[in-house]
């Protein structure tokens, strides 16, 4: 019963290509968020979206897309992946969008472009 | 813009001994504040946090933290560490001036000897 999911774990994949990662949360929250982890471990926000609207769009190249068809999942897909784009993507959720509310993090997805 | 700077990037400690993680914060008005712990491969946890009151906040694993305005700085404590402390920490700063967006420190990571 885990409270949010990413699939998959790891992924490893060549330059140009386009994949995505799958997020799921069964807390029943209203606010979803996609945050890059990158080597140094420094954690970015990229996305947000709050009752499966966009809400924080961070300076994220539009090679990557957010798509939420519900409150419980919140996808990414990145086309034509570049070396840069290696890192730990992690998936979090939030009751709603306040910072009074905790933000449960994935487990996260490892990312490796080669 | 906020920012946070956790100046430690290393910290190795004895377990049984007290350890203490620092962490400063650049924002005009009070911020929200945050302390999480990342285990090895896992998400980010949320240890405690603090919006306004008691200055003294305590979170959950026997950590609590201190919220000093004059030194701009919300240090972490624990009085005696264990073996399964061992972990990332970081800090995070938040605002609703700036979208109720978390930004994050670089991290502490915390070594626990024998």
């Known amino acids: 019963d885990t409270a949010v999911s990413q699939t998959p774990k790891y992924l490893v994949t060549q330059m140009g290509n386009d994949k995505s990662i799958k997020c799921e949360q069964n807390l029943g929250h209203d606010t979803m968020y996609w945050y890059k982890q990158d080597s140094k471990k420094f954690l970015k926000i990229m996305f947000s979206?709050?009752?499966?609207?966009?809400?924080i769009n961070e300076t994220v190249p539009n090679r990557f897309s957010p798509k939420s068809p519900d409150k419980a999942h919140l996808n990414l897909h990145i086309n034509s992946l570049e070396l840069g784009d290696s890192a730990v993507y992690f998936c979090a959720s939030s009751q709603d969008f306040s910072l009074e509310e905790t933000q449960y993090f994935g487990p996260g997805t490892r990312l490796l472009v080669l | 813009a906020q920012s946070v700077t956790q100046p430690d990037i290393h910290i190795t400690v004895s377990e049984g001994a007290s350890l203490e993680l620092r962490c400063n914060y650049s924002?005009?008005?009070?911020?929200?504040l945050f302390w999480y712990v990342q285990s090895p491969g896992q998400g980010l946890q949320l240890l405690l946090k603090y919006f306004s009151g008691d200055t003294l906040v305590q979170g959950i694993k026997g950590f609590e933290a201190e919220f000093k305005r004059s030194q701009s700085s919300f240090n972490l404590r624990k009085p005696s560490v264990h073996w399964s402390d061992a972990a990332e920490y970081f800090c995070?700063?938040?605002?609703?001036?700036?979208?109720?967006?978390?930004?994050f420190g670089g991290g502490t990571r915390v070594l626990v000897k024998p």
């Open positions: 979206y709050n009752n499966k609207e966009l809400i």
């Open positions: 995070a700063v938040g605002a609703k001036a700036a979208g109720n967006k978390l930004t």
């Open positions: 924002y005009g008005a009070t911020p929200y």
